[in-house]
């Protein structure tokens, strides 16, 4: 697998549910963010959890990193229409340095 | 909330042409990025920038592409002659400086269209 890789590749829930979305990495890194992209549009920023942070919380998301697998989860609590996007994780090896993206989950919200 | 912004929003040119894509990043941030996504594809670095210089580049950023900070606020990809594969989405991106917070901002993408 590739650095930042995400699993499912889609994933399709009812309004309401919780939807879980993973990522795995390969390298050491620094800091590991997740955005979302609604089709074609740009890359929103959601969270980032630095390489010393087990769990952190943003309103209805709440992300988890474990160094020790090289994974990361994206829990979004409770999911609206509005949800409806694509995830991506990406990692950076130190502060400030570019970032190795993922290659996403679909997430679809059934109303 | 300041934002990252690029223009223009879609430009379509044709093969062998020059293109500028611009970006205002956010204004107290030092750190500016370049990346691209092809259509269904995973979005991809091109270039870093900071202190008024190149801090990394990928293999994809060669010679057909430089990157300028014009002024104070403007920060710029260049494409000297472009090719089909050039087709795009480019996406800005800036940070502040690392030790208050360090996350990277996105503008909302020019889509390069090449013919």
């Known amino acids: 697998s590739q650095q930042g890789e995400e699993d499912p590749q889609a994933l399709s829930i009812q309004e309401g549910e919780n939807a879980t979305m993973n990522c795995s990495y390969k390298?050491?890194?620094?800091?590991l963010q997740w955005y979302r992209q609604n089709s074609g549009r740009g890359l929103v920023h959601l969270i980032l959890i630095r390489s010393n942070e087990r769990e952190k919380h943003s309103g209805r998301l709440r992300v988890t990193l474990d160094t020790s697998k090289k994974s990361s989860s994206l829990l979004i609590t409770a999911s609206r229409a509005a949800d409806t996007a694509s995830y991506f994780c990406a990692t950076s090896r130190w502060r400030n340095e570019k970032l190795t993206f993922g290659t996403g989950t679909r997430l679809t919200i059934i109303p | 909330e300041p934002e990252v912004t690029q223009t223009p929003s879609h430009q379509v040119t044709q093969m062998g042409q020059e293109v500028i894509l611009r970006c205002v990043p956010i204004?107290?941030?030092?750190?500016f990025y370049w990346y691209r996504q092809i259509l269904g594809q995973k979005v991809e670095f091109l270039v870093s920038f900071y202190n008024n210089e190149i801090s990394e580049k990928s293999e994809i950023f060669d010679d057909q592409f430089s990157v300028e900070r014009p002024d104070g606020s403007n920060f710029t990809l260049k494409i000297r002659s472009t090719k089909l594969e050039d087709s795009a989405m480019y996406f800005c991106a800036s940070s502040e400086e690392a030790g208050v917070s360090y996350e990277q901002y996105f503008g909302p993408g020019t889509r390069l269209t090449v013919t």
């Open positions: 204004s107290n941030h030092l750190y």
């Open positions: 390298t050491s890194i620094n800091n």
